[in-house]
């Protein structure tokens, strides 16, 4: 089964700050390579698909990019509701596996 | 608008049983894949199941295979799980997801398992 680790566990960062979170398939995925976003008590939230598509109605200070086994998602102006847990996902087959988790914090 | 509404958590005894359920609406049920995810408390996100569109086609983790069992009902656009022979592990809140990527979820269910 392909793994996918997401780095680094946790990350505080100030308003306004540019971050970078990254995710690592043990194989190739192509670009199906999804985020999420998770805030505490709720429900997850896609925000980005297919490695770099946008989910509509995301806020556009987010963006993903990568390819195969490499891949990342971007606050590019980090604010205060962003604070929440980011998952990846692999789903080009089964399993469909989420990666750790990302914990940011401002 | 999209909404799935689980529904059939509770609180069960190791070895116990439960049936999850997830009622669609707001879109064409009959249309797309479906799976469950569950969250342990703390813990980060698990997929345990996926079901096509027309029920032929159905994986599962292994933390959950031979012990829970999908299926759906497109005639009532419903989904359901399964959970047999239950662990305290299983614990988590269970989620119903459409696709993936999971566009749209359902508030969860919590399913307790506990002596």
């Known amino acids: 089964d392909i793994q996918m680790t997401q780095s680094p566990p946790s990350l505080s960062a100030s308003v306004g700050d540019r971050v970078t979170i990254t995710c690592r398939a043990s194989?190739?995925?192509?670009?199906?390579l999804a985020w999420y976003q998770q805030k505490p008590g709720k429900v997850p939230k896609l925000l980005i698909y297919a490695a770099s598509t946008l989910q509509s109605g995301v806020p556009s200070r987010f963006s993903g990019s990568g390819s195969g086994t490499d891949f990342s998602l971007t606050i590019s102006s980090l604010q205060p509701e962003d604070i929440a847990t980011y998952y990846c996902q692999k789903y080009n087959s089964a399993p469909i596996t989420f990666g750790q988790g990302t914990r940011l914090e401002i | 608008e999209v909404q799935l509404v689980e529904s059939g958590g509770g609180l069960v005894q190791p070895g116990g049983s439960l049936r999850l359920s997830c009622e669609a609406s707001g879109f064409t049920f009959s249309s797309y894949s479906m799976n469950w995810v569950r969250q342990a408390p703390g813990k980060g996100l698990e997929w345990i199941s996926y079901?096509?569109?027309?029920?032929?086609?159905?994986y599962y983790a292994d933390s959950v295979k031979g012990r829970f069992t999908l299926s759906r009902d497109n005639a009532n656009s419903s989904l359901y799980l399964q959970l047999n022979n239950l662990r305290v592990e299983d614990t988590a809140v269970y989620y119903c997801?459409?696709?993936?990527?999971?566009?749209?979820w359902g508030q969860g269910t919590p399913v307790t398992v506990s002596s």
């Open positions: 079901i096509n569109s027309v029920g032929t086609t159905i």
């Open positions: 997801a459409r696709v993936p990527p999971y566009d749209s």
């Open positions: 194989q190739a995925i192509r670009n199906y």
